[in-house]
């Protein structure tokens, strides 16, 4: 625990202007952002006695180790920077709003030639028009089912669609009326662009000129005695009636409109985001945040609207966003809205009116979803923190384990021998701090000295990124060999840079690690530690026979009690371990029983092999090519082609192929993309002996 006045800054050395500010740990990882209008104002509100100090505002200045600011021009700037920031370093202070779901959205792909409508989650894609968050994927797909019947808009994947236009027969839809059929030429690509031009207007709340114009033909339709064209049109209008009863009216003047409520306690906050367009409630989404800082509802709402309109520009900027308290200053936050949408966007608390009933029923929702998180976990942090409690008795630790990181082995009867890191920090999964290994110091089956090479590995790393910042206490050496990058099995090779705040490559040490085996890979890990003269991480492992923890240096293991929390936790780190591990050692040998001749050809990348296989159909004819031939592939040189050439002549031919019913020799004529085995299920295709022997 930091003394905040060991890194307090020299009176006047902070400026009176707009900036933000980062503190870091003692291993230079961003723990909080900030911004501020004044810094020096700000920031000398953290260091006055820790006794005055909010709780986890004091646990916050006293992890931390050094502050650090940059001054800006203006509080807009601050705004973005600090979101900027935020989403860069992902600081363990900072409120963070986990969305409980991946929301769906309906979404029409404009940017394709025939524009589909479809289902979309995840990050939102240029030139493809969004309409939600829907709660539900049916809800979306029950809506679309009505409106084909007005807007027969494409719904097909491109791979229906090809086979489609290939065989020049439509799918079921447009057989039906459901699809107008852009596949076999029914529709002209401009007609087709026209039409999901219109069901976008329609999802938009445009509705009142379709309804009118398809009224308008019934009628027409019915006095010029066409009574089943004109039943077609009245059922028309009441598929898109029926539609539009699913998003009642609930503001007037057809109203684009976000409104954002807030419940919270003591702990945690709970917001939920209607979306209204054209006065109907078109989506609806909900976030969830522990509160590890001292924040005002205005400031929650302030976090609320960055995460929300942070990536969005234009018309996902609504005209008007109502919320229950206004951040302060909200000049500054209504400026970066403006910006964001291109015009004057309206920041402000509802009053009285529809707008104001509204409101009450998202706070009603907010209430609830807080309500049912409670409910959902309100045991967790609870028993989060003793299952580490427990950790820490049971292992005789001088505190719980915060950061925890899990280790094992995967193999396959000695072939392709891989580890995994995983990384558990507060009891609960950092995905993103997790790694894996290729195992390059020796060949065959042994688990012990693999574990031996990870751990060395892992904290020789860990040794030399403390040594690059200078974290050496006076005296103190680096315990490094100087050994390289660790290679294509380990990830986040480049990305990482000395003093921009993010984790590099194993900077940040575990408190506890834990090894998947019993007492040999125990002391395995112990002796990479030792030799390496790191004495301040404990080590532990977890048997599956008997689910037994096992120390270094103990005959006997430490046996908890089956209903223990802490043995939950254990277990739970190393089935993740274990998963993690088997899924890379599943993909490599899945890479590696798919190579084929083509992959020894030194610089020739998958997009030319892909060339090379579309011109000549197969292996079997590439082989039998000349150069000249080779080289009319686009991209391939005569020096490439002489490489293919002496590649394919040095591999021998797969044996023929033989048909076991008829003993008919099968000849390879079939394209072959792969250069190997399809894509079947791991055990498939293995002799017997050799199923469930995966490790």
């Known amino acids: 625990?930091?003394?905040?006045?060991?890194?307090?800054?020299?009176?006047?050395?902070?400026?009176?202007?707009?900036?933000?500010?980062?503190?870091?740990?003692?291993?230079?990882?961003v723990i909080y952002v900030g911004k501020a209008k004044s810094l020096r104002q700000r920031l000398a509100n953290y260091f006055q006695d820790l006794a005055n100090l909010h709780p986890r505002t004091r646990t916050m200045v006293t992890t931390a180790a050094s502050v650090e600011w940059t001054v800006v021009s203006t509080e807009v700037e601050a705004l973005q920077l600090e979101y900027s920031w935020i989403k860069e370093y992902d600081p363990r202070f900072n409120v963070k709003y986990r969305d409980d779901k991946s929301y769906p959205y309906l979404a029409v792909t404009m940017n394709e030639e025939f524009p589909r409508v479809q289902v979309m989650r995840g990050h939102k894609k240029k030139g493809v028009r969004y309409f939600g968050p829907y709660g539900h994927a049916w809800a979306i797909r029950d809506t679309v089912d009505l409106l084909?019947?007005?807007?027969?808009?494409?719904?097909?994947?491109?791979?229906?669609?090809?086979?489609?236009?290939?065989?020049?027969?439509?799918?079921?839809?447009?057989?039906?009326?459901?699809?107008?059929?852009?596949?076999?030429?029914?529709?002209?690509?401009?007609?087709?662009?026209?039409?999901?031009?219109?069901?976008?207007?329609?999802?938009?709340?445009?509705?009142?000129?379709?309804?009118?114009?398809?009224?308008?033909?019934?009628?027409?339709?019915?006095?010029?005695?066409?009574?089943?064209?004109?039943?077609?049109?009245?059922?028309?209008?009441?598929?898109l009636k029926k539609a539009m009863e699913k998003n009642a009216v609930v503001l007037a003047d057809a109203t684009d409109a976000d409104l954002i409520a807030v419940a919270e306690d003591e702990l945690e906050a709970a917001v939920q985001i209607f979306h209204v367009r054209g006065g109907r409630v078109r989506g609806q989404r909900g976030w969830v945040t522990d509160k590890v800082e001292e924040v005002t509802t205005g400031a929650l709402v302030e976090h609320a609207l960055q995460q929300l309109y942070g990536e969005e520009t234009g018309d996902a900027v609504p005209k008007e966003v109502l919320v229950p308290a206004l951040?302060?200053?909200?000049?500054p936050v209504q400026e970066w809205l403006t910006g964001r949408r291109g015009s004057n966007v309206s920041l402000r608390i509802p009053q009285r009116g529809d707008k104001k009933a509204l409101m009450e029923t998202v706070e009603r929702n907010a209430q609830q979803a807080l309500a049912l998180h409670k409910t959902k976990r309100a045991s967790d942090l609870t028993t989060r923190s003793r299952a580490l409690e427990e950790i820490a008795d049971a292992l005789d630790l001088d505190s719980a384990p915060l950061r925890i990181e899990c280790y094992d082995i995967s193999h396959l009867q000695g072939d392709d021998v891989v580890a995994s890191m995983v990384v558990f920090e507060d009891g609960l999964q950092r995905k993103s701090e997790y790694r894996r290994f290729q195992i390059k110091g020796f060949a065959?089956?042994?688990?012990?000295?693999?574990?031996?090479?990870v751990i060395t590995r892992r904290f020789r790393r860990y040794l030399a990124e403390k040594e690059k910042t200078g974290e050496w206490a006076d005296g103190e050496e680096a315990h490094t060999d100087g050994e390289p990058v660790l290679g294509d099995g380990d990830l986040l090779t480049s990305s990482l840079?000395?003093?921009?705040?993010?984790?590099?490559?194993?900077?940040?040490?575990?408190?506890?690690?834990?090894?998947?085996?019993?007492?040999?890979?125990?002391?395995?890990?112990?002796?990479?530690?030792?030799e390496l003269g790191i004495d301040d991480i404990a080590v532990c492992g977890l048997a599956k026979r008997l689910e037994e923890v096992?120390?270094?240096?103990?005959?006997?293991?430490?046996?908890?009690?089956?209903?223990?929390?802490?043995?939950?936790?254990?277990?739970?780190v190393r089935d993740e371990a274990h998963r993690f591990a088997i899924t890379y050692q599943r993909t490599k040998r899945a890479k590696r029983f798919r190579a084929g001749p083509l992959d020894d050809v030194p610089g020739l990348g998958e997009t030319r092999k892909q060339a090379l296989i579309k011109h000549f159909g197969s292996v079997k004819?590439?082989?039998?090519?000349?150069?000249?031939?080779?080289?009319?592939?686009?991209?391939?040189?005569?020096?490439?082609?002489?490489?293919?050439?002496?590649?394919?002549?040095?591999?021998?031919?797969?044996?023929?192929?033989?048909?076991?019913?008829?003993?008919?020799?099968?000849?390879?004529?079939?394209?072959?993309?792969?250069?190997?085995?399809?894509?079947?299920?791991?055990?498939?295709?293995?002799?017997?002996?050799?199923?469930?022997?995966?490790?």
């Not at 890194?7 to 230079?28: A, T």
């Not at 065959?444 to 090479?453: A, C, L, T």
């Not at 096992?550 to 739970?572: C, H, I, K, N, T």
């Not at 020799?665 to 498939?684: K, N, R």
Request: net charge negative; with cysteine.
């Open 444 to 453: 065959g089956q042994d688990d012990v000295r693999s574990m031996h090479e």
């Open 497 to 530: 840079k000395d003093d921009d705040g993010r984790p590099r490559k194993f900077a940040y040490p575990p408190q506890l690690v834990v090894v998947d085996g019993g007492q040999p890979q125990v002391a395995a890990a112990r002796r990479a530690l030792d």
């Open 327 to 331: 951040p302060e200053p909200v000049e």
């Open 148 to 239: 084909l019947r007005v807007f027969p808009v494409r719904t097909c994947s491109t791979g229906v669609f090809k086979n489609a236009s290939r065989t020049g027969r439509p799918c079921l839809l447009g057989y039906i009326g459901k699809c107008s059929a852009p596949c076999v030429g029914r529709i002209t690509p401009e007609d087709h662009q026209d039409l999901a031009e219109d069901f976008c207007d329609f999802m938009a709340g445009r509705t009142g000129t379709y309804l009118r114009r398809l009224e308008k033909q019934m009628m027409e339709a019915a006095e010029e005695m066409e009574y089943e064209r004109a039943a077609r049109l009245r059922d028309d209008i009441e598929a």
């Open 550 to 572: 096992w120390v270094p240096g103990d005959d006997d293991p430490v046996v908890l009690p089956r209903s223990s929390e802490g043995l939950y936790l254990l277990q739970r």
């Open 1 to 29: 625990m930091a003394d905040p006045s060991s890194y307090r800054p020299r009176p006047g050395e902070i400026p009176d202007s707009p900036g933000v500010y980062r503190f870091r740990d003692e291993h230079r990882r």
């Open 621 to 695: 004819k590439l082989r039998s090519a000349t150069i000249e031939q080779i080289q009319e592939v686009p991209g391939i040189g005569r020096k490439t082609a002489e490489t293919i050439a002496a590649a394919l002549a040095r591999a021998a031919p797969a044996a023929p192929a033989v048909n076991t019913a008829t003993g008919e020799i099968i000849d390879d004529e079939e394209p072959d993309t792969t250069g190997g085995s399809s894509g079947e299920p791991v055990s498939a295709g293995l002799p017997d002996e050799r199923r469930g022997q995966e490790r």
